[in-house]
């Protein structure tokens, strides 16, 4: 057997290693940088301070900002609270929405596929009485509204159901939920921190009351965020988990990082103005992967609805190869795999596992993630090398062997490990 | 995750991939591990009848870098030693010559468990001796 990693040609005008993982972070956009910039030193003002011209400075680039980011999701101005980021967002919303309500009813519904950042912040509070029921999805990744509607009770407080999925695109039928919520009263959250900037988002058409967002996953800087919290139909409270000098508006105390919130806000006006070109020009390049790499090679499977996914994701899996080692292979391009091998846990991602998909697909699934840097070279040479790497690596497979000659694997009494 | 230029290597250039002919009475086959486990490791090795040493070693894995590294150093290891010998290769002797680090151990394990597959797998269809603890799938 020849070596695994054979030379693929590397088209003109790209550089190695390519980034394909922009679920997880995306590169900051230079326009983004260039906002940023004067709030480091020269503007530097903390933007609490009213009674100077520095602070007034400051407070005005975060009042630009908050336009910025309503803008993008059909909110106001004053709806809008900065964080550090997504995690601290949907902390904020979900504590502090159970703390303020607890004397309404103290049941949250949410999903099994949800981020770990909403899910951990369920199981703590299971810990203090709240009772969470966890919506199964089916084999699309999708929650059935039938289930969302079984489990509301009158001591629903909270429905947190995430925008899209992080690992698999996936989008739920926000707006159904949305509706569902306020004919019932249910003060409705979304994590969209995946789908901003990318998917059309409206709160006021899809009834969402309180949304996360992070200006990472939209080419801004790390640390910083926002959440939406509605104001009027219904008026929503939350109970700040910070405690400190009453900034945004006494729900989120702590000086605000400027720069940071400068560059949230245009990358999300950049988001608005280029969404559609973007989310096409992306769903174009990620269909063109998704041709060439099923034409090439057997045993692929798309994980996930298709249709109701993100215009740059693609998870498949590439069955009978393991994800990590498939990712050694590729060394000069950046993708994730839900690979159990991946992480120190030795369990494969729960979110495929949510799906039905055996450990062994999970085990051998792999997200690329297209972003708006991503050119369509780039795409030839990502396809040539995975499909190289996955046939040589299936030569080595004793599964993929046994499979071509005919044995059914689920006959084989395996031992576990 | 980091691996030692040995783990790059094996995973790379893979030694001895491959079949031998199951139904030989000369060849042990070990076949360990789990599709769900993310790990699938089959070692097998043709021992000579008369002196009772491996002179062919093959093997096909399912599994990380560390998992093909692994059974593709085991396979190297086993050739040329005789079948007692070769159930004296400890998964810790594995771990340290690819310095794995502390997740993977169980990828040597599982190669310590293939090579003891293999041999209890050539003893059992040639009548050598107990198969003390050497089945054809381990567990643990």
């Known amino acids: ?417 | 995750m980091a691996y030692s230029d040995k783990v790059i290597d094996h995973y790379n250039h893979p030694r001895n991939v491959g079949q031998l002919d199951k139904s030989s009475d000369e060849v042990g086959t070990g076949l360990v591990g789990a599709p769900e486990c993310g790990d699938v490791m089959r070692l097998q090795i043709r021992v000579n009848p008369e002196t009772q040493v491996i002179e062919e070693a093959k093997f096909k894995t399912f599994g990380c870098g560390s998992a093909i590294a692994s059974s593709s150093l085991a396979t190297e290891w086993v050739k040329g030693k005789t079948v007692s010998e070769a159930m004296e290769i400890k998964n810790t002797d594995i771990v340290k010559e690819l310095a794995l680090p502390p997740v993977k151990i169980h990828c040597s394990v599982l190669a310590e468990d293939a090579i003891r597959a293999a041999i209890g797998d050539w003893k059992k269809k040639n009548g050598v001796g107990e198969t003390t603890g050497a089945v054809a799938v381990a567990a643990h």
């Open chain 1, 1 to 417: 057997m020849s070596a695994i990693d054979t030379p693929v040609a590397v088209p003109a005008g790209v550089n190695l290693p390519i980034y394909m993982d922009n679920h997880a972070t995306s590169p900051l956009d230079p326009r983004v940088l260039e906002a940023m910039l004067p709030y480091f030193s020269q503007k530097f003002g903390n933007a609490a301070s009213r009674n100077h011209s520095f602070g007034w400075e400051a407070e005005q680039a975060v009042e630009n900002a908050r336009e910025q980011i309503a803008k993008l999701i059909g909110a106001s101005a004053k709806e809008i609270i900065f964080t550090s980021g997504a995690t601290e967002s949907n902390n904020l919303a979900i504590k502090g929405i159970a703390e303020m309500y607890k004397e309404r009813g103290n049941h949250i519904i949410t999903q099994v596929t949800e981020h770990k950042a909403v899910l951990d912040t369920c199981k703590r509070l299971e810990k203090y009485g709240y009772r969470v029921t966890y919506l199964p999805v089916k084999a699309d990744g999708l929650i059935d509204i039938e289930d969302l509607k079984r489990a509301m009770d009158d001591k629903t407080i909270l429905v947190s159901i995430m925008f899209a999925n992080n690992e698999i695109g996936v989008i739920q039928p926000v707006a159904e939920i949305g509706k569902l919520c306020h004919e019932k009263g249910i003060i409705f959250h979304t994590d969209a921190v995946q789908a901003v900037g990318k998917v059309p988002v409206d709160v006021n058409a899809m009834n969402i009351d309180v949304l996360s967002l992070t200006a990472h996953k939209i080419y801004g800087p790390k640390g910083v965020g926002a959440l939406y919290v509605r104001r009027r139909n219904p008026r929503v409270q939350i109970s700040a988990q910070i405690d400190g000098g009453g900034h945004e508006r006494g729900m989120r105390s702590g000086t605000l990082n400027v720069p940071g919130i400068v560059g949230l806000g245009k990358a999300c006006e950049i988001a608005g103005a280029e969404m559609a070109t973007e989310a096409a020009r992306l769903q174009a390049m990620r269909d063109h992967l998704r041709n060439k790499l099923e034409s090439a090679l057997d045993y692929v499977e798309i994980n996930g609805s298709w249709e109701h996914r993100l215009p740059g994701n693609l998870n498949m899996s590439f069955v009978y190869v393991e994800g990590e080692s498939l990712l050694m292979g590729i060394n000069d391009v950046a993708v994730s795999s839900g690979s159990a091998c991946t992480s120190a846990t030795l369990e494969p991602s729960y979110v495929l596992k949510a799906l039905g998909l055996g450990d062994d697909v999970a085990h051998s699934s792999i997200r690329f993630g297209l972003g708006r840097f991503n050119k369509e070279a780039e795409v030839d040479y990502v396809a040539d090398k995975v499909i190289g790497i996955v046939q040589k690596l299936r030569e080595l497979s004793p599964l993929y062997e046994m499979v071509k000659e005919g044995i059914d694997l689920s006959k084989i009494e395996w031992a576990a490990h």
